[in-house]
């Protein structure tokens, strides 16, 4: 389901070797405890005109960390934000148009803090299925 969220129970069921209504009432049960958690389209942010993708680190001034939390879910810009540990308060995933929307969104968050852009060449990885425990 991971891979492909709208493949059938059935099929699913053949693949793991149980009826359509034990695979349903399994995903009703993982859906009720919280393990799947939506359903969602990937979009492709290039073909939607988002030219630049980035990853921007934030090390928060002093008393600006809380403001700056306030703040970053109003950004269209931000695709992900995690407060993470070490020096920096802050990583994010940014779409942009193109250089000069990054400047223009840089110059909103050097309000805050110190940045730092890594801009994305391509992804290696992405949205890797969790994979299942051995032992």
Same mark, same amino acid.
């Given at each position: 389901?991971?891979?492909?969220?709208?493949?059938?129970?059935?099929?699913?069921?053949?693949? *793991?070797?149980?009826?359509?209504?034990?695979?349903?009432?399994?995903?009703?049960?993982?859906?009720?405890?919280?393990?799947?958690?939506?359903?969602?389209?990937? *979009?492709?942010?290039?073909?939607?005109?988002?030219?630049?993708?980035?990853?921007?680190?934030?090390?928060?001034?002093?008393?600006?960390?809380?403001?700056?939390?306030?703040?970053? %879910?109003?950004?269209?810009?931000?695709?992900?934000?995690?407060?993470?540990?070490?020096?920096?308060?802050?990583?994010?995933? %940014?779409?942009? !148009?193109?250089?000069?929307?990054?400047?223009?969104?840089?110059?909103?968050?050097?309000?805050?803090?110190?940045? !730092?852009?890594?801009?994305?060449?391509?992804?290696?990885?992405?949205?890797?299925?969790?994979?299942?425990?051995?032992?």
């Amino acid at each position: 389901m991971q891979e492909n969220s709208r493949e059938s129970f059935a099929s699913i069921g053949r693949k *793991v070797g149980l009826t359509p209504p034990a695979v349903a009432e399994r995903v009703k049960k993982m859906e009720d405890l919280g393990i799947i958690t939506g359903y969602f389209a990937r *979009v492709s942010h290039a073909m939607a005109g988002y030219q630049l993708k980035a990853i921007i680190t934030l090390k928060a001034f002093m008393g600006k960390l809380k403001p700056f939390l306030e703040m970053v %879910v109003t950004l269209d810009e931000v695709v992900n934000c995690y407060r993470i540990t070490g020096n920096e308060n802050i990583i994010m995933e %940014v779409i942009l !148009r193109d250089q000069f929307h990054l400047e223009k969104f840089i110059d909103k968050l050097i309000l805050y803090g110190e940045t !730092r852009t890594h801009i994305i060449l391509s992804d290696v990885v992405a949205d890797a299925p969790i994979k299942k425990r051995r032992g």
